[in-house]
Every structure is written in structure tokens, then in C-alpha cells.
């Protein structure tokens, strides 16, 4: 499996971003997807998670009720809403296939991870 992400971008703060992960073939039904973030200087961290079938979401504090992770099974692909966003938030975005179909935070639980994408947030 490989993932393309796309939606590098620059915006200021409080402002809002989308980022896509496309795979190379089907992962849907199978896998559940993730976005995890490395700020420079920083070790890399979740941001969201979804499950097989997109009904399951989980995300930490520090995103939540900013950031929707969704899915498009048919499209093979999974996508990152970012709004209200925040110079804290720059870092190279990552999306990664799990290798079961359960939402998960774990970064280990990610066995394909995409080139990563740069999200630069001005103040």
C-alpha cells in the first residue's frame, strides 16, 4: 500500500486547511486510518484516527472539536479538516494505514505511513 498526502499548505491563524491521504489500492474494509503530526524538534504525535467503516473517531485534547478526520471508502481515501487553527499546529503531517480495522492511537498499531505533508500556520 502506498498513501499520497497532499494539501501542504500556509495560513494563518484561525484560519482552515484539508488534507487528503489517497492509497494506491484498497484499503477500506480492512483498515483503519490515522494522522499523526512531528513538529521540528518534536517527536511525532497523534492527531486522529478513524475506523474501517468511518464510524469511529478519536482524537487528542489538543485537536479536538478543531480537526475532523473522515473517509471515502470508494475513493480510497481519507481526509483531515483542520479549522481554527493555530501556529502550534505547524508541523509535517503524516497518514498512515493500520493494520486492523479499529480505530487506534497507537503509532505501532501503523504498518504503511505516506511521505508526509507541510502544514505552516502563521501567527
Known amino acids: 500500500v502506498q498513501l499520497q498526502a497532499s494539501g501542504e499548505g500556509l495560513v494563518q491563524a484561525g484560519g482552515s486547511l484539508r488534507l487528503s491521504c489517497a492509497a494506491s489500492?484498497?484499503?477500506?474494509?480492512?483498515?483503519?486510518m490515522g494522522w499523526f503530526r512531528q513538529a521540528p524538534g518534536k517527536e511525532r504525535e497523534f492527531v486522529a484516527t478513524?475506523?474501517?467503516?468511518?464510524?469511529?473517531?478519536y482524537y487528542p485534547d489538543s485537536v479536538k472539536g478543531r480537526f475532523t478526520i473522515s473517509r471515502d471508502n470508494a475513493k480510497n481515501t481519507v481526509y483531515l479538516q483542520m479549522n481554527s487553527l493555530r501556529p502550534e499546529d505547524t508541523a509535517v503531517y503524516y497518514c498512515?494505514?493500520?493494520?486492523?480495522?479499529?480505530?487506534?492511537?497507537?503509532?505501532?498499531?501503523?504498518?504503511?505511513w505516506g511521505q508526509g505533508t507541510l502544514v505552516t500556520v502563521s501567527s
Open positions: 498512515a494505514a493500520a493494520r486492523g480495522a479499529m480505530a487506534t492511537a497507537t503509532t505501532t498499531a501503523y504498518n504503511y
Open positions: 489500492h484498497r484499503t477500506s474494509g480492512n483498515n483503519a
Open positions: 478513524i475506523n474501517w467503516s468511518g464510524r469511529n473517531t
